[in-house]
């Protein structure tokens, strides 16, 4: 059957054959796409412009915690070890252990490129598939060229990926957004979830930053880092994320029952994957990009306990990122990823405005607030990490940005966030940033 093609108000035309476009197509303009993460210009006035509570607390606190010494970061946090995994490259891709009735993959071992090209065989088919989630599916960032491509050869390291057209979902109006592409020979499914949008013009992504602010995704600042000028309590029956993402991914299983199933996504849509994820340990992976603090999915949607939690396998749950990009999201949501493992591309060139203390001094995060965000917005944009991860050092061969992993940098250290508790007890209220 004939994919269906999409004309530029994303309706469904008539099936035909339309030659896909090759994927690299797409990275040629990744420059000139509108970044996914949902920050409007209207939150930073607002912050800048304004001497609301919200501001006032947060510089308070942040005076108080410098006052007291707290100015320090997070505690060593010694790399994953590897060596033990194994390492031996099976059938379908370097680093892809078999187990009975599945394929399973050795994320960790990957990450750290052992075997020699491991690194570039996960990562480059995964950083496709998460481009055409963003590029393929209806919203500000839909490239026609895009709507029926599929993971090319160049980055199949072997493998040979199609798209399962009828089981992927598009919702015009607001949703989960997600992307399938099966290697029958490898016996792999990769799921890609969009991530979220911000422009105000599309419906869709209103109800986005709504679900956000609605899961406190920034914590107490949700209400700013989300800013949307639509009403969020009309859209409240539709805050239905993991249940649709669930949905997604056991349609999937259902349809290849034998195959290894790994998750993935930017931003908001690697936050589902994680917590899609972890409602079947031992069975689904997931390897994200920067994903959206996923720890209140776990206790909310999950229902799980502190106890669960610790008990889930974090080396099947990994967030890939910038380290600030990712650091700052523990500032103020201090168990963003706990659960998980966090692998950070460590000694990164960084975009302006960063500078190397809001890496390290949770205080220079609250005092430089407005700094603070818009290099949060620079290092987290969706094309940053389309250039960075597929990267490819002086040889040509192996990857330029290997990066360091760890569970500890998935949260806030338990001596600091207890420290800043003691200082502050009470964070300011989502409220005072409307």
Same mark, same amino acid.
Not at 291 to 310: C, E, N, R
Not at 339 to 363: N, R, S, V, W
Not at 385 to 401: F, I, M, Q, R, W
């Given at each position: 059957? =004939? ?42 006035? *607002? ?6 509570? @919200? ?58 490129? @052992?075997?020699?090209? =491991? ?22 960032? &839909? ?47 990769? #799921?890609? &979830? ?23 995704? &920034? ?61 079947q340990k031992g069975v689904?992976? =997931? ?6 603090? &996923? ?23 990994? =967030?890939t990122g910038d380290p ?24 990164? $060139? ?22 603070? #965000? ?14 960075? *991860? ?13 990066? *360091? ?14 420290? @800043? ?8 209220? $989502?409220?005072?940033?409307?």
């Open positions: 059957t =004939a994919p269906p093609v999409r004309d530029q108000m994303f309706h469904i035309r008539t099936p035909g054959t339309a030659a896909p476009a090759a994927m690299r197509r797409g990275m040629a303009h990744r420059r000139h796409a509108r970044s996914p993460w949902p920050l409007a210009a209207a939150a930073i006035g *607002v912050w800048v412009g304004e001497a609301a509570a @919200l501001p006032r607390h947060a510089v308070l606190w942040a005076r108080g915690a410098a006052a007291e010494g707290i100015v320090g970061g997070f505690s060593p946090a010694p790399s994953i070890d590897v060596a033990s995994h194994r390492h031996g490259a099976a059938s379908g891709g370097p680093g892809l252990l078999a187990s009975p009735g599945r394929r399973r993959l050795d994320l960790l071992a990957a990450l750290a490129d @052992l075997p020699p090209g =491991a690194f570039l065989g996960l990562m480059e088919p995964v950083i496709v598939a998460t481009d055409l989630s963003y590029r393929s599916t209806s919203g500000p960032q &839909f490239q026609a060229g895009a709507a029926n491509a599929t993971i090319p050869p160049e980055a199949s390291h072997g493998g040979t990926w199609e798209r399962v057209y009828d089981l992927e979902v598009d919702p015009v109006d607001g949703g989960v957004h997600a992307r399938i592409f099966v290697d029958h020979v490898a016996e792999r499914v990769i #799921v890609a &979830f969009r991530g979220s949008c911000s422009e105000e013009e599309y419906r869709q992504c209103q109800v986005d930053k709504c679900f956000l602010q609605h899961i406190d995704a &920034f914590g107490a600042i949700s209400r700013l880092m989300y800013f949307t000028a639509a009403n969020c309590s009309e859209f409240a029956p539709e805050f239905t994320y993991l249940e649709q993402a669930d949905s997604v991914v056991r349609a999937v299983q259902a349809r290849f029952p034998a195959y290894g199933v790994l998750l993935t996504g930017h931003s908001l849509g690697g936050g589902l994957a994680i917590a899609t994820a972890a409602r689904l992976q =997931a390897v994200t990009f920067a994903p959206t603090a &996923f720890y209140q999915f776990f206790l909310d949607d999950l229902h799980m306990s502190d106890g669960d939690i610790a008990e889930l396998p974090a080396e099947d749950l990994i =967030a600030y990009d990712c650091m700052i999201n523990v500032v103020f949501n201090n168990r963003a990823r706990e659960g998980a493992t966090t692998c950070l591309y460590d000694h990164l $060139p960084e975009p302006a405005p960063c500078t190397p203390i809001m890496q390290k001094a949770f205080y220079a995060d609250m005092a430089m607030l407005p700094s603070t #965000v818009l290099c949060k917005k620079n290092t987290h944009e969706w094309p940053r990490y389309l250039e960075l *991860v597929p990267a490819k050092g002086e040889d040509g061969v192996s990857p330029a940005n290997i990066p *360091v992993c760890s569970i500890e940098k998935s949260t806030l250290s338990a001596s600091l966030e207890q420290a @800043l508790s003691h200082v502050h007890p009470t964070p300011p209220s $989502p409220k005072s940033a409307a």
